[in-house]
């Protein structure tokens, strides 16, 4: 009996789950339609993600009977370049609500990107369609697509960097009125772009004109992004990092990730103290959450940031030496895509473009990354480290198995509370046996390491005996803050993170 009696996408934008259900509808799998999510969520989630920024994936094929987790994030760019001594990178200062953060940007900001190579690469080892057919629905996307109210706010916030070069004011701001939520936007360049790629399948983006004409600029303007560097690039297929949990085994991201391994020591630690006997939600539980994620952090200052170190410290609590290769963190914007089709093939891709560089990839209407202008990634320096380095990341979409099968795909958007938001869900499901929308749904607790920053949800006697103990911040709605965890039960259900514009897209078998 086929379990699997229908595909489901959980997504955080209507269009991207959209166009990964019309993809099913016409007969591709699990792998094409997030391809297609893919292609789309750089079309009309261009403040969180861009084929310009870079990704994970982690994928189950019910053909090969085999778990594959792809690396397609970002290098350090400057190959063939030499020394710049001073490259185009600088500050600007984007205003939250009630505080502002400075982001540094300019084509310095710019690493090697992985994300269109990522999704060519996915489609051509794993779909079944065309890649031509794949584009269709980011293509129509482009042509013209209203910007929803999620991403307005993601405009308003990033306008320093998305109108900084005069590329970005032609797209967001025609006419001297900057897009917000409820406009259309108009993308025709990338709209040519994407016709391309169809019949080059990127050659032009990595070897070809677009790559000479990124490698000039660069070279006149301060960058550090070489022609060599995108001719060099790779996707890398590595095994996914195991890590068994209560009779499951979760499969997630490996080095040079550190996400994963900061997830499997949650759930490891968890594994360790037993399960729950109370209720989720009450006191003691809030207290033992925020004690797991303390313990964490503090695991991870002594220098537990390796599946090796991590299998050394759940065997028997030995803290090793820290490995020699540092550790990258990449820690800011990120969409989040999980997939289940009716055939038993899953797929989690979790990518981003950090806040965006404001450069434009020449003819491409795509702004690439600003990943070298990230302070957590470089703690040694801005531009401390060699060129062809892959980065690593906070970023951790996962699969649940239990013996053959895979009972829950997941993942997050959501800086340092990706490992947090994902754990919470992963305990409620399994420990608690809670539904999944349910589950995502539910308040979080994020430990900032000093104050316990909790969602509004949770019991005032619950809240109360937890401030016993620690100094609390309550906020007073939900927010993207704490993540945003789209999750699939295959052949069953799908929750979309309401604080990520979460939507969930089911096709019935045929």
Known sequence: MNRYKKSIVASGHKLVSKAAANILREGGNAF???????????????????????????????????????????????????????????????QFSGSSQDFNVGLGSVAVPGNLKGLIHTQKRLGRMSLVEVLNQAKDLARSHEINEQQGVFFQLLKPIMTLRAEGRRLYEPNGSYKQGGDYLENNECLQFLEAIGTDHGDSFYLGEIAARIDREMREEGGLLSRQDLSAYKVYERQPLKIPYRGYELLTTPEPSVGGTLIGLSIGLMEKAGPYSGKWGDGEQLARAVALMQEVEKIREAGVTTPQLLQAFLEDGTILSHSAETIRLFSRGTTHISIADREGNCAAMTCSNGEGSGYFAP????????????????PEGFHSSPPGVRVGSMMSPSLLTKGHEVELVIGSGGSKRIRTAVSQVLSQIVDFKRDLKEAVDAPRLYWDGEVVQVEPGFSEESLAELGSLLELNVWNRIDVYFGGVHAVVPGVSGAGDPRRGGCVEVVEDQ
């Not at 003819?363 to 470089?378: A, F, P, S, V």
């Open 363 to 378: 003819g491409t209407g795509i702004m690439l990354n600003n990943m070298m202008g990230e302070d957590d990634l470089h």
């Open 32 to 94: 094409d339609a997030i391809v297609a999510a893919g292609f789309a969520s750089s079309v009309v989630e261009p403040g969180l993600t861009s084929l310009g920024g870079g990704g994970f994936l982690i994928g189950h094929s019910r053909k090969y009977a085999q778990n594959l987790f792809f690396d397609f994030f970002v290098d350090t760019p400057g190959q063939g370049r030499g020394e710049c001594t001073e490259p185009d990178f600088f500050p600007v200062t984007v």
